[in-house]
């Protein structure tokens, strides 16, 4: 715990919230609460060992920082975080109640490694953001989250080795629920389509034979995994259309299941989505 002035403020609070949350505490030596909240806070302090900054500031000798903040009644507890207060409180708070309020303030760790990997991904760090996720997911091994942005990393963003089989792992560690999301969905059709392309013949050979024979429906799926796997979206959706317009039980309905998941696939480009989602429905509906 560190006492601060109005000289220091700027410095030991403002500047420092924007490494790690700070909770000024606001007291008094003459406040018999005070003395019962302040042991409360050194414990919770110790417990984030460095994630969390108690700041401590003697309202009788800094009443312009007690007048700027509406210090009424003592203890008062001001949270900072990015420069701003953010939240407070008043009186002493249980000690489960006060690991609550903090607890809404400080990520955890693994939270703090992802939100990282996201910083680092936005800079062009792939290999650094890959690192910070692996980080997270060994600290949190049961976050879906984290197991879809590494899986997305690697699929969109790597090129090495071994990437796949890693997606493949992290997509087939998320829980059930976490399965039923779209992104869980898009990301195991992008994988798949990986995984499909690399044992595919060249795109000529495919749309040569499609050219021959245009109900040789496994080239048209074929070459729809391939330029999936590309994320030309466009040219795959009209091969599978094609399919399902020819025969929607070919490979038990593949083609309209693969539809729907290259839709969330395609999610930024709403127009494409859209039309093909008309055409699909046509097309059932004949």
Request: proline fraction near 5%; charge should be negative; aromatic fraction near 6%.
């Amino acid at each position: 715990m560190l006492d601060t002035t109005q000289k220091d403020f700027a410095r030991d609070v403002i500047e420092a919230s924007r490494d790690a949350p700070v909770l000024v505490d606001f007291w008094a030596p003459w406040c018999g609460p005070c003395r019962t909240l302040s042991p409360l806070l050194a414990q919770i302090e110790a417990e984030y060992r460095g994630r969390l900054k108690i700041v401590k500031i003697n309202v009788d000798e800094n009443q312009e920082l007690s007048a700027r903040y509406g210090v009424r009644s003592i203890p008062y507890v001001v949270a900072f975080a990015g420069g701003e207060a953010v939240d407070s409180f008043v009186g002493v708070l249980p000690a489960d109640a006060l690991r609550q309020f903090v607890g809404r303030l400080v990520p955890d760790p693994a939270e703090t490694q992802r939100r990282k990997a996201g910083e680092m991904l936005g800079r062009g760090d792939v290999a650094g953001a890959a690192s910070a996720l692996r980080a997270a997911l060994a600290l949190d091994p049961d976050r879906d989250t984290t197991r879809l942005d590494l899986a997305q990393l690697l699929l969109e963003h790597e090129s090495g080795p071994g990437r796949l089989d890693e997606a493949s792992g992290c997509l087939a560690g998320v829980s059930a629920a976490g399965k039923l999301q779209p992104r869980w969905s898009s990301l195991n059709t992008r994988l798949q389509s990986l995984q499909r392309a690399a044992e595919l013949p060249d795109d000529d050979v495919l749309q040569a034979r499609i050219a021959t024979h245009p109900d040789d429906l496994q080239a048209r799926l074929d070459l729809a995994n391939a330029l999936l796997a590309r994320r030309q979206y466009e040219a795959a959706l009209e091969q599978l259309l094609a399919i399902v317009e020819r025969d929607r039980s070919f490979g038990d309905d593949i083609a309209r299941r693969l539809m729907l998941s290259a839709f969330d696939l395609a999610a930024d480009t709403p127009q494409l989505v859209s039309s093909f989602r008309r055409r699909l429905s046509a097309a059932l509906n004949r």
